[in-house]
């Protein structure tokens, strides 16, 4: 199987983690290609341009990271993290809910690059309010976790605080530890600290991220030492 992704592994971090509680991290072979080139050979697979995309043993092509994973774990010999079971829809929820914070986080963060001048506030101060009111959410649900009980749900909400706490590119990262530059928009602190009001999360994440599939370094080590295309 061929994973088709970014030089950047925060885009591929649930796929990474799932492939390893699968047991099949070993059975991928791996593609970066940068998505924002319009002649990029992405377009060839994928009509979205959108990374990650996988091709299968057997000639299909599945594009969405979310459908990647749950065609890897399909092929688990072992416990799934796509519960078929009562807690199936509350694992879907917490997957959509952490897919979310990731996309909210990364969507301000896009928007901030354009000139202060021409940055659009009102979706700016969308953004900033769906990030603070997803992490209240988490915490709330923090409070029900449990260690032996890992799945899908947790994987994402995992990858999308992961974007909080790795080092990355400006303007992404504050020099403090877990703080992300959010656009000053009406406080006169840039800056967000997901764990200040978030113990249960914090202790959650800090505890969740002790798994060997959760190591960041390993998407690194999976995908390899790979530089950015020229545009």
Known sequence: MKLVTSPDPGYIHKVLVVAHEAGVLRDLEFECLYPFVEDSPLWQSNPLGKVPYLHTDDGEVLYGGLVVCEYLDSLSTGRHLFPQDARRWRALRQMSLGDGLFDAVVHMQLESVRPREDWRIDVLKHDRHKIMAAFDQLERDARTFTSTDFHIGHVCIAGGISYFVSP????????????????????????????????????????????????????????????????
């Not at 403090?176 to 202790?203: F, K």
């Open 168 to 231: 990355g590119p400006p303007p992404r990262m504050d020099p403090r530890p877990n703080r992300i530059v959010m656009c000053q928009l009406e406080s006169g602190d840039e800056t967000y600290d997901w764990r200040v009001g978030h113990p249960a999360l914090s202790e959650w994440y800090d505890e969740i991220t002790k798994r060997p599939s959760m190591n960041s370094l390993a998407a690194h080590e999976a995908i390899g030492a790979v530089d950015r295309p020229a545009t």
